[in-house]
């Protein structure tokens, strides 16, 4: 089992950044692949970005793509969402998660290959 808990999230106008972080407690996490979802107010949860348990392989969806960036930091039990010239409709509550299985190549981009979740973190970009 691993626990998560997001930071970082806040109020930014448009085209500033954000870093999010989510940290892990138990020593599976880096075993595990990572993804960041979000869910914007009355639309379903979304996949934005996933990295493999070795940081070696990340995945964004297209919207974010040039912008965001995903990390993580084994030894620190942390994974990282970096999110530069933000826009308003990125707006959402943003959830970090860890896979249900170990030592996936290929981190998955859906939610149900994810079993540990955060809490989640508010971002809110002003136009």
């Known amino acids: 089992q691993v626990q998560l808990v997001e930071s970082g999230g806040g109020l930014v106008q448009a085209g500033g950044s954000l870093r999010l972080s989510c940290a892990a407690s138990?020593?599976?996490?880096?075993?595990?692949?990572m993804a960041w979802f979000r869910q914007a107010p009355g639309k379903e949860r979304e996949f934005v970005a996933a990295?493999?348990?070795?940081?070696?392989?990340?995945y964004y969806t297209d919207s974010v793509k040039g912008r965001f960036t995903i990390s993580r930091d084994n030894p620190k039990n942390t994974v990282y969402l970096q999110m530069n010239s933000l826009k308003p409709e990125d707006t959402a509550v943003y959830y970090c998660?860890?896979?249900?299985?170990?030592?996936?190549?290929?981190?998955?981009?859906?939610?149900?290959?994810?079993?540990?979740w955060g809490q989640g973190t508010q971002v809110t970009v002003s136009s």
């Open positions: 990295i493999n348990w070795a940081g070696s392989s990340t």
């Open positions: 998660a860890a896979d249900r299985l170990y030592y996936r190549a290929v981190a998955p981009t859906t939610d149900y290959e994810y079993e540990n």
């Open positions: 138990g020593r599976t996490f880096s075993k595990c692949a």
